[in-house]
């Protein structure tokens, strides 16, 4: 499983040093390493992405998370966050993409005080020692959460959620049509109702539609996340003795085992819409 690792510093130098740090670890396979970034803290509260090292399909999650904080950091300081619902829109959907706890923020802002640096990084990892000792070396501490992308779940409950209302809307539709046919005839009023109970189907299956595609959008992006990490794997386990090499398969069977939870959630989800779109 991936793990956000953040480590907070007072000045910019140490910041680099633990990025050489984790360099270096990634290097002797004793974690790998998917992405860093640097952020700062400002004097208002406000965060700043000091250094990005995100790019491509490795970092989407990495990406996600800084580019929330970034954006839930942005009033002044004490404003930021409660819990995570207290977010702005953007920032709130960034978070939600990589499950992060609010006990999690809540730790990170009160660690990264203004004038203080963070390094985050993505990585994997089987025991934290190696990680811990370089950064207790700097005189920090790192404070992790486990990556849960429970998007999938959202989806697949929202999908069901649409499939049901959808269901009972047509079924009221049939019932008022069965109506109109036997008395032969329908007020105005009646008109209206039945005009009405139509735009709501319809925007109902607007909404199965509109996360049908995003289903397939996040498939899509989860099988080009793990092709990445899989290509990243195989050439840090190129030149790694056996025992390493052992470990950095281990982490590729680990990361094929969520990408497998994450497809089947999104294929289902899939389905159900499907499902509930080829009835008239």
């Known amino acids: 499983m991936s793990t956000f690792a953040v480590t907070v510093f007072p000045e ?33 509260g406000r965060i700043s992405i000091v250094k990005r090292d995100d790019a491509g399909p490795v970092g989407t999650g990495l990406g996600a998370l800084t580019g929330g904080l970034v954006g839930l950091f942005g009033g002044p300081v004490g404003g930021a966050i409660g819990v995570a619902v207290g977010a702005v829109a953007g920032s ?14 809540q730790t990170i802002e009160r660690e990264l005080a203004p004038g203080k640096f963070a390094v985050v990084a993505e990585i994997s990892e089987e025991w934290v020692v190696p ?79 509109s996360l049908a595609e995003k289903s397939e959008k996040k498939l899509d992006g989860a099988k080009k996340e793990l092709n990445a990490k899989i290509e990243a794997l195989l050439a840090q386990a190129s030149g790694a003795t056996p025992e ?37």
């Open 12 to 44: 910019e130098k140490k910041a680099y040093e633990a990025l050489r740090a984790l360099q270096e670890l990634h290097a002797e396979g004793s974690v790998t390493v998917w992405g860093t970034d640097v952020l700062q803290r400002g004097e208002d």
């Open 131 to 209: 990680l811990d000792t370089r950064m207790e070396a700097l005189g920090a501490k790192v404070v992790r959460e486990d990556r849960v992308t429970f998007e999938e779940d959202l989806i697949e409950k929202r999908v069901n959620a649409q499939k049901a209302h959808l269901a009972q809307l047509r079924s009221a539709h049939a019932q008022r049509r069965e109506e109109r046919a036997r008395t032969r005839a329908g007020s105005k009023a009646e008109a209206m109702m039945q005009k009405l109970v139509d735009e709501q189907i319809d925007a109902e299956r607007q909404k199965l539609e």
């Open 92 to 105: 709130a959907r960034d978070l939600v993409h990589v499950g992060v706890s609010d006990e999690f923020l």
């Open 244 to 280: 390493v090499r052992s470990r950095i398969e281990q982490r590729m069977s680990d990361i094929r085992g969520e990408f497998a939870d994450r497809e089947q959630k999104l294929q289902r989800a899939r389905e159900l819409t499907r499902q509930a779109l080829q009835y008239p």
